[in-house]
C-alpha cells in the first residue's frame, strides 16, 4: 500500500479574514466568519456558533440504579429520555457544574465523581465543548430547583433497563449517547431487579 504523507494541522487550518458578529444573547452567540482555504479559495459567508460549557452526568444512586430524565425538546418537537446535563456559568469548573445540575434537576447530591470523557458537540459549526461525567453512590437530599423553561419526569431505571434502550436506540441525544456506549463498554454493571421508579417531586 503507498504510503500517504499527510499535511500538518497547520497546513491544514483555515485563514479568518474578517469576522461580523450577527447574533449575540447570553446562551448563544452566532458570527460571520470570510475565510481562506488552504488551497486559497474564499468563502464570504461561513456561520459559527459560540455557546458556554456544555455538562452531562450518568449519576448512579446508593442502591445501583441511574437517573434519567424525561423532557420536551422543542428543536424536535418530542419528548426526550435522557441523563442529566446542562450549561456551565461563568467562573465554573466542568465538575462543580455538574454537580450543580444534577442537585437542581434531581435533588441527588454527593457520591464518587470522575470524568469520562469530553466531546465537541459539532466542530464544524460550534465553539464550545461537553465535560461528561459519571458519579457514583448519589442520594436524593434536596427538592429540584428547575429553570424557568425546564418541564422534568425523573425516573430511576436499572442499569441492564438502561443498557437495553440504548442498544434499542431510545436515547436520541446524540452527547449523552457517546458517554452512556463508553460507560457500559468500559464497565460490567450487575443487574439490578425492579421496576422503573418514578420520584416524587
Known amino acids: 500500500m503507498e504510503k500517504v504523507k499527510l499535511r500538518s494541522d497547520q497546513e491544514m487550518k483555515w485563514k479568518t479574514l474578517s469576522s461580523e458578529q450577527v447574533v449575540n444573547r447570553p446562551w448563544l452567540k452566532a458570527r460571520r466568519d470570510t475565510v481562506q482555504l488552504p488551497d486559497g479559495r474564499i468563502y464570504d459567508e461561513y456561520y459559527v456558533l459560540s455557546y458556554p460549557g456544555w455538562v452531562n452526568v450518568i449519576a448512579e444512586t446508593e442502591d445501583g440504579n441511574i437517573i434519567l430524565e424525561r423532557q420536551y425538546r422543542h428543536g424536535l418537537g418530542i419528548v426526550s429520555t435522557e441523563i442529566c446535563a446542562g450549561v456551565m456559568e461563568e467562573g465554573e469548573t466542568p465538575l462543580q457544574a455538574a454537580r450543580r445540575e444534577l442537585k437542581e434537576e434531581?435533588?441527588?447530591t454527593g457520591?464518587?465523581?470522575?470524568?469520562?470523557?469530553?466531546?465537541?458537540?459539532?466542530?464544524?459549526?460550534?465553539?464550545?465543548?461537553?465535560?461528561?461525567?459519571l458519579a457514583r453512590g448519589v442520594k436524593k437530599t434536596d427538592r429540584p430547583h428547575l429553570d424557568e423553561t425546564e418541564d422534568i419526569d425523573i425516573c430511576l431505571y436499572p442499569k441492564e433497563e438502561v443498557k437495553r434502550m440504548l442498544q434499542d436506540g431510545?436515547?436520541?441525544?446524540?452527547?449523552?449517547?457517546?458517554?452512556?456506549?463508553?460507560?457500559?463498554s468500559s464497565s460490567h454493571p450487575s443487574p439490578v431487579c425492579g421496576l422503573v421508579k418514578m420520584i416524587e417531586l
Open 106 to 108: 434531581t435533588g441527588f
Open 111 to 133: 457520591g464518587e465523581w470522575e470524568r469520562i470523557m469530553t466531546i465537541a458537540p459539532n466542530p464544524g459549526v460550534m465553539d464550545n465543548l461537553c465535560h461528561c461525567f
Open 170 to 184: 431510545d436515547f436520541i441525544q446524540a452527547l449523552m449517547v457517546a458517554p452512556l456506549w463508553k460507560y457500559f
